[in-house]
């Protein structure tokens, strides 16, 4: 069996690697022609453009990982199934489920890499390709030199500082929400309608300060205000001008602090958390789509290699449509975070058990 594994391998792994360089050039070759009138139009560089797809291609293999995998499947085993070689391994005694195991656990061990690189390798490389495509090549203004929308901050004494809006050239924001906890329970709420740097702390205009009791969420005391100053906000303006990541730039880690970080200020987390999911369904998709594809490929009635391409861009194109509807639905509250981020695989998954129970053993 090692033997045969080796073999299997091989088969696969040629054709993956074939279909990862073919997808990832005609990804670029696209994507360069959709945007070749803003990299002239803006003057940019040959070497700013050269960077920038640079960055951009570990996001690009991760995208089209899944679509490469299954190419590999419908190819490797098709082929081995059409040549009768499948017919004879399981004439000797070996089961479908040991000939496919190695394949499953290749599927497997790429869904952790893919895991790995979208966090801790593509978070990096997003960042940097979107500082050459807003600095180098359309040349924009940086937002965090003259304001920021929707911060969230966190202080080292349990606080958070939320502001709609922040503009870092009057220091001073609206839209205020600021709590302070003690041992995961909020212990103080205010809410005001501006804030300003007072260069020792932070004035606050017309709000309400709400204390809360140890014992319960109940309120304790209100109190509107006109004007209040806060010292023991520790914050620094400059803290406000730091440039806000986006989902695809943060790690799993970093995206749950954020929304953790949400919820405790009760804002919605809808998006975000559909996002973290994301960052979990989407790898372990390579293992998924394999299934589905190895047990398709075993039917030597399905012949030819144009037949084997045009089913993986069918598949392809309708797990990718269930991947977005249910990003969608997640986003808009029709689903849960949880089921909007797995649907596509849960739904991919039990056809694929399904046809793998069905299938000749």
């Known amino acids: 069996m090692q033997i045969l594994d080796r073999y299997l391998l091989k088969q696969f792994l040629s054709v993956l690697l074939f279909a990862l360089l073919s997808f990832w ?28 797809y640079l960055f951009y291609s570990p996001y690009i293999l991760v995208l089209i990982s899944p679509v490469a995998m299954l190419l590999s499947s419908l190819f490797s085993l098709g082929l081995l199934a059409r040549q009768n070689e499948l017919l004879a391994m399981k004439s000797s005694g070996i089961s479908l489920y040991r000939i496919l195991f190695p394949l499953l656990g290749l599927a497997l061990g790429v869904s952790f890499l893919v895991m790995l690189a979208g966090n801790l390798l593509i978070p990096y490389t997003n960042q940097l390709r979107l500082k050459v495509r807003y600095q180098e ?107 806000q990541k986006i989902p695809e730039e943060m790690s799993y880690q970093e995206l749950k602090n954020y929304v953790d970080l949400k919820q405790k200020t009760g804002q919605d987390t809808a998006m975000e958390k559909t996002d973290l999911y994301m960052k979990i369904s989407f790898p372990l998709a390579n293992l998924i789509i394999v299934l589905f594809g190895c047990t398709l490929a075993t039917s030597p009635r399905r012949s030819g290699l144009a037949l084997s391409f045009a089913i993986s861009l069918g598949i392809s194109f309708v797990y990718y449509t269930f991947l977005r509807l249910g990003q969608s639905f997640g986003y808009s509250h029709k689903l849960s975070p949880l089921l909007a981020a797995w649907i596509a695989n849960l739904i991919f998954a039990i056809i694929g058990i399904v046809l793998l129970i069905k299938a000749k053993k």
């Open 137 to 243: 090549i359309e040349k924009k203004i940086k937002p965090k030199d003259i304001s920021f929308n929707n911060i969230y901050l966190q202080t080292e004494n349990e606080q958070i500082l939320y502001l709609n809006h922040y503009n870092s050239q009057e220091k001073e924001g609206s839209g205020v929400l600021f709590q302070t906890f003690k041992h995961n329970r909020i212990k103080e709420e205010i809410r005001a309608e501006k804030i300003q740097w007072a260069g020792n702390g932070w004035l606050f205009f017309k709000g309400s300060r709400r204390i809360f009791s140890d014992s319960s969420f109940s309120t304790e005391r209100y109190e509107p205000f006109e004007r209040i100053l806060r010292l023991d906000l520790k914050l620094k303006p400059e803290a406000l001008t730091k440039e």
């Open 25 to 52: 050039i005609i990804f670029l070759i696209v994507d360069l022609v959709e945007h070749l009138d803003t990299f002239v139009d803006r003057k940019a560089t040959l070497s700013s453009v050269i960077r920038y």
